[in-house]
């Protein structure tokens, strides 16, 4: 199976700083999904087809990548933005995710 | 709007089996694959596996084939999960999410599992 890997595991951020979560595949995939969930709640569609914003998401958000190494960035740290995020694929099966990145607000 | 409503908490004996219900609106709910992903507290997200509603046709995490069982109901646009032989590494939420944008586009609000004696 892919196996996703991302870093750091958590990470804080203040107001206004630029931020970057990585995600790594053990195999080349053709795309990567991103999750973002807040406690208690579902994961929600975040960052689709590597780097196509889901609805409602804020244009400070950003991905790219391809191959084996793809990145979630934020360009400008909002407090809304603190959550966990995870990278997913479905290039091959079994669908997996990474481990999740936690990103805190300081 | 698209709608996932999930059954509520279970409290369920190790040994024992639970049935999980997603009841879908706002879509056809033959046209899109549904998935089921669980989340066990305080980890990541894992997925079980995936029906397509149209046919009844599933495929599997590995891991849960045993444990799982997907089935649909198209007259109640509901999906169904079964999960079986519990025990304390089951407890977990478990969420039904709906294909879209070639991935897990919309989701349920998760269903709560609690394996204990």
């Known amino acids: 199976q892919i196996v996703l890997t991302q870093s750091p595991a958590i990470m804080s951020a203040s107001p206004g700083e630029k931020v970057t979560i990585t995600c790594s595949a053990s195999?080349?995939?053709?795309?990567m999904h991103w999750f973002q969930q807040k406690p208690g709640t579902s994961p929600k569609l975040w960052i689709y087809s590597t780097s196509k914003l889901a609805s409602g998401v804020p244009a400070r958000f950003s991905g790219s990548g391809s191959g084996t190494s793809y990145s979630l960035t934020i360009s400008r740290m909002e407090a809304e933005d603190a959550a966990t995020y995870y990278c997913?694929?479905?290039?091959?099966?079994?669908?997996?995710f990474g481990a999740g990145t936690k990103l805190e607000l300081k | 709007q698209v709608q996932l409503q999930q059954s509520g908490a279970e409290l369920v004996k190790p040994g024992a089996s639970v049935k999980l219900s997603c009841k879908a609106s706002g879509y056809t709910f033959t046209t899109y694959y549904m998935y089921w992903v669980k989340q066990r507290p305080g980890q990541g997200l894992e997925w079980i596996g995936e029906?397509?509603?149209?046919?009844?046709?599933?495929n599997f995490n590995e891991k849960f084939k045993i444990k799982a069982t997907l089935t649909v109901d198209k007259s109640s646009s509901t999906a169904y999960m079964q999960l079986s032989s519990l025990t304390s590494e089951d407890s977990a939420v478990y969420y039904c999410?709906?294909?879209?944008?070639?991935?897990?586009?919309?989701w349920g609000q998760g269903t709560l599992v609690t394996v204990s004696a």
């Open positions: 029906i397509n509603p149209s046919n009844g046709d599933t």
């Open positions: 997913q694929q479905r290039s091959s099966y079994p669908l997996t």
């Open positions: 195999s080349s995939v053709s795309y």
């Open positions: 999410t709906r294909s879209g944008y070639g991935t897990f586009a919309y």
